[in-house]
Antibody, heavy 118, light 111 residues
């Protein structure tokens, strides 16, 4: 059974940092591009970042460039999102997902809530 | 790169069909066939329903179908059932920044 389990969310003050983790099982992580998607409370989905199978290529939405870093450890079956200089507008549920089909994400985690507030 | 445009809401009675549009530009929807659709129930993770414009992943019923014309993609849900009531999002590859963009989302109500 495919499982993606996010962790590391919580309450943080503006300017603070958090590291999200996504532990995967049931599929071979090293075969897939991986992504982070977020959803602010009551809002739509926003693509945040992705990373190539071997970690050699990463892409970010402009609003997080220079503040967030996506990484992976295929040996540990894990995906990460290091979030620095957090802003109130980064408050959202963060989902990890695997691109298992061309241009599409078929495997999703349940999400972890990040709240940035003073 | 702005979010793709979807109607905020759509509705239909059980057994009827509903079609959701997803309008972008020649730089995203119109330029690539990497359009996918996701269903999201409240408090749940998104679920992939359509990829590469019109292909269905294993396990997705053939009541769902996708298409594209120019810069607009569409998702049709036929034979509406109660469990189809959810939010639906399209997503397109852009080839630039951001690499992918989601639609604004459509809430489908089964009357």
């Amino acid at each position: 059974e495919v499982q993606l389990v996010e962790s590391g969310g919580g309450l943080v003050q503006p300017g603070g940092s958090l590291r999200l983790s996504c532990a995967v099982s049931g599929f071979t992580l090293s075969r897939h591009w991986m992504i982070w998607v977020r959803q602010a409370p009551g809002k739509g989905l926003e693509w945040v970042a992705n990373i190539k199978q071997d970690g050699s290529e990463t892409n970010y939405v402009d609003s997080v460039k220079g503040r967030f870093t996506i990484s992976r450890d295929n040996a540990k079956n894990s995906l990460y999102l290091q979030m620095n200089s957090l802003r109130v507008e980064d408050t959202a549920v963060y989902f990890c997902a695997a691109d298992d089909l061309p241009g599409a994400s078929g495997y999703w985690g349940q999400g972890t809530l990040v709240t940035v507030s003073s | 790169q702005s979010a793709l445009t979807q109607p905020p809401s759509a509705s239909g009675s059980p057994g009827q069909s509903v079609t959701i549009s997803c309008t972008g530009t020649s730089s995203d929807v119109g330029g690539y066939n990497y359009v996918s659709w996701y269903q999201q129930h409240p408090g749940k993770a998104p679920k992939l329903m359509i990829y590469e414009v019109s292909k269905r992943p294993s396990g997705v019923p053939d009541r769902l179908s996708g298409s594209k014309s120019g810069n607009t993609a569409s998702l049709t849900v036929s034979g509406l059932q109660a469990e189809d009531e959810a939010d639906y999002y399209c997503r397109s590859y852009t080839g630039s920044n951001p690499l992918y963009v989601f639609g604004t989302g459509t809430k489908v109500t089964v009357l």
